[in-house]
């Protein structure tokens, strides 16, 4: 019945000021941690294949110029720079499939 | 031909429909561990109460050599039958008549059945077994599904719409279930995705096995698309049957009334709950020392497990119980347990179902995933849920009640007819560590023994508002009352709400936070 005696298998959790006896769920241990978005990176939006890279590693590019075309979902994607800048690194080659938030290129 | 042939005849063409996909497609789906759909509606039926009707339809595709095939049924039996003496409509796809796939005639056969259910105001019952569209009838599949997914909306709320995955059920074909009020699952056998692990795998290129990807399991517990999971087909069909005995047959109807039982001595419902209320309990303990015979049928149980919610009668009323579970995440409101709840909510509103909240929460989960996953406006659908329900609605607070928890937990503000506290109870802003922190800031950093202060801050708050006389002198508790008290107050406000007439202000409907 209840399960209350003993406190042992429980585990704690800190909700505002104070310290609850519980236990925990899978969904809950699993969560993802927060990881802040970094604007000179730009990643996959979706998972596809990289079909051509039209820009070179130290290539000057402005807002709006295409870099690359990521194929996903049988649409041919024209990704964009979002910024003026350099390419830094290009983290993909022409072929490659590549999951979702994959680091494509990175802008400097 | 004298009629005693022309009966022959039928009986001849009667046993060879009967048959399905023939011998073989019917050894491979028992190979499989799964029933016929035949055996399966038999199984769930009372005995001999099963009618078929539509077993002649013939699909009438022609293109890609269709014109040359026979298919039985066209693979799914429809019918009318009994669970328990009252009426019910069936049907049941079979997996040996071509995987089970849906042409023109099979969505026509499904929604002839359904319209019947509708206009008899019968429940109705889906067996799911099917590959998914017949591609060689094209467009024609894919209007037979819309069709299907057009009545499962118009019924719902009329009649109950249960939905019994025992095969593969994929892509478009999902969401027939999904718009039904319960789905049931059994392990290795229910598999329900809309894109399956091959197409994944070439859309993608992630690799998965179809049971880890919309197996029993994952529903039951993950996704929260199943309600009920079962180890095997003869488990699930007793499941149904109990859910059954639980809901009433229509929306014009109210559940049918069990003979009272007491619960059962061994639930001691002063022994559950811990006074402090950072111990843990399972609050479905506290359920079964309150429902008649301690028979708690419990709804979701494997996801979302910081609620709880399922049906048990009080002196042989139906009662759908929602509670916090101290038990799981300190019984904190989260995203899912937000959308479990809501939902029951609604089906007992749809159903004249009393609804009892049992209240025992710190408040929401605090969180960036949570945030991020739209825990706004997923809490919203409780506050939605509790404000529109007009059926009686029954609120006890056992302990904890904090904050935005404590609106949102059935309370007198959003229109609980009944409003009942335990003297355990602190109703409060927020838990006596924290307002003592905020309240007494300053004190507690000027003492020259802060922590000794903090102590003694968190316990005069404790005292002074941690308790349920403070909402009791204002109204918003009716009565304090006593744990062992607490069935004869659920039966006498369920007995005296008998007659509620609560109105809503004219609409079409409303915009629900879906």
Redesign the interface.
């Known amino acids: 019945?209840?399960?209350?005696g003993d406190?042992k298998e429980?585990n704690v959790?800190r909700?505002?000021?104070?310290?609850?006896?519980?236990?925990?769920?899978?969904?809950?241990l699993n969560?993802?941690p927060?990881v802040p978005r970094d604007e000179k990176k730009i990643l996959s939006f979706m998972?596809g294949t990289i079909q051509k890279i039209m820009v070179q590693e130290g290539q000057q590019v402005k807002r709006g110029d295409a870099l690359l075309i990521l194929e996903?979902?049988k649409m041919m994607n024209r990704v964009r720079a979002h910024a003026d800048g350099i390419v830094k690194h290009i983290y993909v080659k022409p072929g490659e499939?590549i999951?979702k938030n994959h680091p494509m290129i990175e802008l400097e | 031909m004298d009629l005693k042939d022309k009966i022959l005849e039928l009986q001849r063409r009667r046993e060879i429909a009967a048959k399905g996909g023939g011998d073989k497609a019917i050894e491979k789906q028992l190979s499989m561990g799964k029933l016929t759909a035949r055996d399966r509606i038999n199984a769930l039926l009372d005995p001999d109460s099963f009618h078929e009707y539509d077993l002649f339809v013939q699909h009438d595709a022609k293109d890609f050599g269709m014109d040359k095939k026979e298919l039985h049924g066209d693979g799914v039996i429809v019918g009318t039958g009994t669970i328990n003496g009252r009426p019910i409509s069936i049907f049941a796809q079979d997996f040996t008549v071509v995987g089970g796939s849906l042409g023109r005639m099979h969505a026509g056969k499904i929604t002839k059945i359904m319209d019947h259910a509708l206009k008899m105001r019968m429940p109705l019952i889906g067996i799911n077994d099917s590959g998914g569209a017949r591609i060689q009838e094209g467009v024609n599949s894919l209007a037979g599904y819309g069709e299907i997914f057009f009545r499962n909306t118009l019924a719902s709320g009329v009649i109950p719409q249960i939905s019994v995955i025992l095969g593969p059920c994929a892509g478009g074909a999902v969401y027939s279930p999904a718009l039904t009020d319960w789905v049931f699952v059994v392990d290795k056998i229910s598999k329900m995705f809309i894109t399956g692990p091959e197409v994944i795998k070439s859309v993608l290129g992630e690799e998965i096995s179809q049971e880890e990807l919309g197996g029993a399991r994952v529903h039951a517990e993950t996704t929260g698309n199943a309600h009920f999971f079962a180890r095997s087909e003869q488990e699930c069909f007793e499941q149904i049957k109990k859910l059954l005995s639980f809901i009433p047959w229509n929306n014009d109807e109210k559940a049918p009334r069990a003979v009272p039982k007491p619960p059962k001595a061994e639930y001691d419902i002063e022994k559950i709950v811990p006074v402090d209320p950072k111990e843990p309990y399972d609050v479905r303990d506290v359920i079964r020392a309150l429902v008649d015979d301690s028979d708690f049928f419990e709804v979701q149980e494997l996801w979302a497990a910081n609620a709880v919610i399922g049906f048990g009668r009080i002196n042989g009323e139906t009662v759908g119980f929602v509670a916090n579970q101290p038990l799981v995440l300190a019984g904190v409101l989260d995203v899912d347990s937000s959308d479990k709840i809501a939902r029951f909510i609604r089906y007992c509103d749809a159903f004249n179902i009393p609804i009892v909240t049992l209240v025992d929460l710190p408040g929401y989960l605090p969180g960036i995933d949570q945030e991020h996953m739209g825990v706004i406006r997923h809490g919203a659908k409780i506050l939605y849920s509790y404000s529109e329900a007009t059926v009686p609605k029954i609120t006890i607070i056992l302990r904890k009640a904090y904050g935005g928890g404590y609106i949102a937990m059935g309370s007198r503000h959003l229109r609980s007819d009944f409003v009942f506290a335990w003297p355990t109870a602190e109703i409060a802003v927020m838990g006596p560590e924290g307002a003592a922190n905020i309240i007494f800031k300053k004190e507690i950093a000027e003492a020259p023994d802060p922590e000794a202060m903090r102590k003694e801050k968190v316990k005069e708050y404790t005292e002074k508002f941690a308790n349920p006389f403070v909402a009791a002198s204002k109204g918003y508790i009716d009565s304090v009352i006593a744990p062992f008290e607490t069935r004869k107050y659920i039966a006498h406000a369920i007995e005296v709400s008998v007659n509620k007439d609560a109105g809503l202000p004219r609409k079409k409907h409303g915009i629900p936070p879906f």
């Open positions: 019945m209840s399960n209350t406190k429980f959790i909700l505002w000021d104070a310290d609850y006896h519980t236990l925990l769920t899978k969904k809950y969560r993802k927060y998972p996903s979902m499939s999951p």
